[in-house]
């Protein structure tokens, strides 16, 4: 589904950017262009990165565990 009409960004698109590392609007903004012309899609676009941060798989624990 379209986020932004201006540079026709969908939300699968934002969903991309998030897995591969962007975490803000503007990050997202940087990348897409989504939010930078009239900005009536950012609490939109928003809300589609915090969905997608929350849902984006957490690393792998076992990095976090002292080696024997
Ligand atoms: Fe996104 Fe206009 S709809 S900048």
Redesign the pocket.
């Known amino acids: 589904m379209y986020v932004?009409?201006?540079?026709a960004v969908t939300d699968n698109q934002i969903r991309q950017e998030v897995s591969h590392g962007a975490s803000t609007m503007r990050e997202v903004g940087q990348r897409l262009g989504?939010?930078?012309?009239?900005?009536?899609?950012s609490k939109h676009a928003r809300s589609v990165i915090r969905e997608a941060i929350a849902n984006r798989p957490m690393e792998d624990p076992a990095i976090w565990e002292p080696s024997a």
């Not at 989504?34 to 899609?41: A, D, L, N, P, Y």
């Open positions: 932004c009409i201006c540079r989504v939010g930078t012309q009239c900005g009536k899609c």
